[in-house]
């Protein structure tokens, strides 16, 4: 299974213009051109794939690319401590959303209570 860059974006959900991103960024290799095409396999559809989920785990780009790089050298302890670190992370960021959630939702029951004076989740923004 062969494809163009437009296919492979298609199989992985993105754009052409990322494909080529990635592929200055060295995360994918650009294959050289037969008959003036270049041709993408499975192979750089998994590649694809495997950025775009480590992107909704939360990983950037330089982490990916170590990632990547790790499965090479097969360094698991390696991968570990970053899986380690991007949960710490979003830990941290869903602590930080469900203290955001609850001072929201005070705000709201507090604006609900009456319809008197100004609302108070208006007032809390400005001041």
Do not use: N, W
């Not at 929201?104 to 923004?125: K, N, R, T, V, Y």
């Amino acid at each position: 299974m062969t494809t163009t860059i437009g296919g492979l974006a298609a199989a992985g959900s993105v754009g052409v213009e990322t494909v080529r991103y990635y592929q200055r960024r060295g995360l994918m290799k650009t294959p050289p051109r037969g008959g003036g095409v270049r041709r993408y396999d499975a192979e750089d559809v998994r590649r694809l794939r495997f950025i775009r989920q480590a992107q909704a785990a939360g990983f950037s780009l330089d982490e990916i690319a170590e990632l990547i790089a790790l499965d090479a050298s097969r360094d698991r302890q390696r991968a570990r401590e970053l899986a380690r670190d991007r949960i710490a992370a979003l830990d941290a960021r869903i602590a930080e959303l469900t203290a955001a959630r609850s001072a929201l939702e005070s705000l709201a029951h507090e604006c609900a209570a009456s319809d008197e004076g100004p609302c108070p989740i208006i007032a809390a923004f400005a001041g």
